[in-house]
T-cell receptor, first 113, second 111 residues
Framework: NAGVTQTPKFRVLKTGQSMTLLCAQDMNHEYMYWYRQDPGMGLRLIHYSVGEGTTAKGEVPDGYNVSRLKKQNFLLGLESAAPSQTSVYFC????????????FGAGSRLTVL | DAKTTQPPSMDCAEGRAANLPCNHSTISGNEYVYWYRQIHSQGPQYIIHGLKNNETNEMASLIITEDRKSSTLILPHATLRDTAVYYCIVGFSGGYNKLIFGAGTRLAVHP
């Protein structure tokens, strides 16, 4: 039981390049979230999903796209990376069957040059 | 969406109780209070949650005021390993769409 797995853990991009971050959970959770965390700052919600095939915008959605084609996977895409998107990205899934607890992945550190 | 306000930083001596406050004056009747913490650059971890009554588990205690507009997370005997950023958020127990984290409180436990 791996919980929430994020790939890749580290990535360096040049401005204008595109990439996709993958979040996978094996807990059969319906809800999934993508957050970004800049140095010394709290978590900011980018996009979230309340089920397979659904996505919604969070606090800071601009410059990102997401897809939830399968229940266990939540993808975060950057079509044209900018230095302002240098951050640590965290994915989380939500257990709504009981206490409504978030389980986070270990994070993906992205640097855009 | 109810928002929370926390002090940016706090200090605590090792072995003493750490009391972390959170203001959530716009909380609605069916919203729970949740606490998470983030150690170094790891993903945040769940600590405790509650609705109206005080709660206690093996990690901490949660005290919620009668009007539910504020709460306090208590770490009864803080250790150096409790040094972390602590986040207070509010949400529904039955499923909550947007889960908004603030900046949290950076707790430093010193010898």
């Amino acid at each position: 039981n791996a919980g929430v797995t994020q790939t890749p853990k580290f990535r360096v991009l040049k401005t204008g390049q595109s990439m996709t971050l993958l979040c996978a959970q094996d807990m059969n959770h319906e809800y999934m979230y993508w957050y970004r965390q800049d140095p010394g700052m709290g978590l900011r919600l980018i996009h979230y999903s309340v089920g397979e095939g659904t996505t919604a915008k969070g606090e800071v959605p601009d410059g990102y796209n997401v897809s939830r084609l399968k229940k266990q996977n939540f993808l975060l895409g950057l079509e044209s990376a900018a230095p302002s998107q240098t951050s640590v990205y965290f994915c989380a899934s939500l257990d709504t069957s009981g206490a409504n607890v978030l389980t986070f992945g270990a994070g993906s550190r992205l640097t855009v040059l | 969406d109810a928002k929370t306000t926390q002090p940016p930083s706090m200090d605590c001596a090792e072995g003493r109780a750490a009391n972390l406050p959170c203001n959530h004056s716009t909380i609605s009747g069916n919203e729970y209070v949740y606490w998470y913490r983030q150690i170094h650059s790891q993903g945040p971890q769940y600590i405790i949650h509650g609705l109206k009554n005080n709660e206690t588990n093996e990690m901490a205690s949660l005290i919620i005021t009668e009007d539910r507009k504020s709460s306090t997370l208590i770490l009864p005997h803080a250790t150096l390993r409790d040094t972390a950023v602590y986040y207070c958020i509010v949400g529904f127990s039955g499923g909550y769409n947007k889960l908004i984290f603030g900046a949290g409180t950076r707790l430093a436990v010193h010898p």
